[in-house]
């Protein structure tokens, strides 16, 4: 192991990037794609100084060092002003040596970009025997022909510039925002900066109330986390933005590992921003770590075990068991790269909460050993693992996807799940392997089932697609035709085709007409005022809101089919248990007496608590229920035989 210690000096007639004829430049240095230090911004200054040091820690050689050289740019994307690599091979042991780089860019080698100047010092670290130093003076003679292979920064030395984290910020939406137009209303955007590293969202236009729905991922350089500045700003055609207000969100006073709601005022303006914000994936994460965070210990599952005892039904009914997440690594991925290699990194979602790995640079067959923990607030969710390949200049490439049902989970089993496509409907390429525990408190559960489900902030737009508007008018067909044919039924029992059907018919009908009071008619005034001026839509949207109409009619009657269908347990068991207790009430208590209580609440629900929201409690049971298109979803691809992962089942957790 070797310690590379940079100082960077300065730069000379470097590119002018701003309108001025000047630019705001900062420097980057990367090895194996991998960036390792950032330089401070010195702004309107084509011949910066910058005095400073970089200590970094190598295993081998073998790779050069890359430098690059950004214009800073607040809100919009940082212009390239060239690059250069220095070759580390050539370098003598424990003597400083100037360097003076030229910069370059790929695409136009005939333009002079300027120079950069550094001094490096080279030295084997402490304790390195001399036949390792020896080998390594006689691997300068090699060249660069050893340029491909990958190398390995250690994450042990004191002053890393290695990002240690990664924050991940949810815009979900701006509340009661200034007016900034004439129109008494404005067209809000928000800038998010973190450091040198800064994301614009995307503007909603004539809105004091915009919904954002946006997601951003910050790396942290930081041990102790950072201050994230965010504006909101009014676009304004033609003219200089207008400033709406600020806020700040201090990442040291947030816990990892876990998703926090913030709602924050704006200061020097009006409104609020509601954001989710999670800090994760630390950069030095070790299989160490990995027991420290695991189950094993005899201790924490008894706790939590009793935590979610039966005992303690009425303890927090928000929190209804415990989720445990091992990404263990992965297999065969797609490569992303030019150079046939891909950068993961892996995304654990359970609803709104996201949390992510580390990410392996150059490899395809990455080991992560990460362990995630969430509380479960519905056990009717699904666990979805993204894989994705990083790039630092453009957003992330999608590398595959699995979603599983923390209902068909079996525990403390490791398994290789074959990686499917976007929209999980076939293969991709690749398998990840995990370990997944659930526990959790059944009452809890089912008591939850028959609340609203959680909303989830950050969902893919639906766009206009051709087969999917096809598919679902085939679902809703089918849905059509069973009602058909189940009122042929009933009709063929009026009309005596079968006389012990009809018989039979007749009795049940006669019954409920002797028990069953009058009701009255009910006022269709309200649907009567609904006009249609205000539903004139642009032929797109109306083609969208028909393909999302035919979804949701078809997945109501998918959904009651497979609650008959036994297709997820635990809800038609729940289905039958409430059936059952419902019969043996209504045995004991008249009918109008359980109407009038459930009348009550219904009524009475705003009054006693303000914010809760209505519900309709045999809608949120179905909304459980996945539809036929979920069911693919979730279905579980069966790995090729050559993946064979290792399983075992935990003692601890039965």
Partial sequence: MYQLDITLRRGQSLAARDRGGTSDPYVKFKIGGKEVFRSKIIHKNLNPVWEEKACILVDHLREPLYIKVFDYDFGLQDDFMGSAFLDLTQLELNRSTD????????????????????????????????????????????????????LRLSDLHRKSHLWRGIVSITLIEGRDLKAMDSNGLSDPYVKFRLGHQKYKSKIMPKTLNPQWREQFDFHLYEERGGIIDITAWDKDAGKRDDFIGRCQVDLSALSREQTHKLELQLEEGEGHLVLLVTLTASATVSISDLSVNSLEDQKEREEILKRYSPLRIFHNLKDVGFLQVKVIRAEGLMAADVTGKSDPFCVVELNNDR???????????????????????????VLEVTVYDEDRDRSADFLGKVAIPLLSIQNGEQKAYVLKNKQLTGPTKGVIYLEIDVIFNAVKASLRTLIPKEQKYIEEENRLSKQLLLRNFIRMKRCVMVLVNAAYYVNSCFDWDSPPRSLAAFVVVEDILEDEEEEDDKDDKDSEKKGFINKIYAIQEVCVSVQNILDEVASFGERIKNTFNWTVPFLSWLAIVALCVFT??????????????????KFTKKLRSPYAIDNNELLDFLSRVPSDVQVVQYQELKPDPSHSPYKRKKNNLG
């Fill in 99 to 150: 360097v003076t780089l030229t910069l370059k860019d790929p695409h136009y080698p005939d333009h002079d970009l300027g120079i950069i100047l550094l001094s490096v010092v080279l030295t084997p670290k402490e304790g390195e025997s001399r036949d390792v130093t020896m080998l390594m003076r006689k691997s300068w003679k090699r060249s660069s022909k050893f340029q491909t292979q990958s």
């Fill in 584 to 601: 043996v009430i209504l045995y004991f208590i008249p009918l109008r007496y359980i109407v009038l209580v459930w009348g009550i609440n």
């Fill in 355 to 381: 949390l992510l790995t580390h990410t392996v640079y150059k490899n395809l067959n990455p080991d992560w050993n990460k362990v995630f923990t969430f509380n479960i607030k519905d056990i009717h969710s």
